[in-house]
């Protein structure tokens, strides 16, 4: 049985607003957090493109980029399915 879930670690860091409690963060990060998993639990089919050129990726996408790299280096092909 293939895997359908992950636990996600995020460590979370705050050098603004010192004087303002943290508990704003972690909410504000935990609704990026939803609707980001909103929109990856609907995907169909559940194809993660290898092939770094086939997404437009951005500074934030660099765990993503060396997990996809990981998957090619170990002889995945093009696509790799859940």
Do not use: W
């Not at 359908?4 to 972690?26: E, G, S």
């Not at 998993?37 to 050129?53: T, Y």
């Not at 934030?60 to 170990?74: I, K, N, W």
């Amino acid at each position: 049985m293939p895997a359908r879930r992950t636990r996600m670690f995020c460590p979370i860091a705050k050098n603004f607003d010192l004087d303002l409690p943290v508990q704003a963060t972690y909410d504000f990060n935990q609704q990026i957090f939803e609707e980001d998993r909103a929109i990856v639990e609907v995907q169909k089919p559940e194809n993660l493109p290898l092939d770094p050129k086939i997404e437009v990726n951005i500074l934030a996408d660099r765990s993503s980029v060396a997990y996809r790299r990981g998957l090619r280096d170990l002889g995945l092909s093009h696509f790799f399915t859940a």
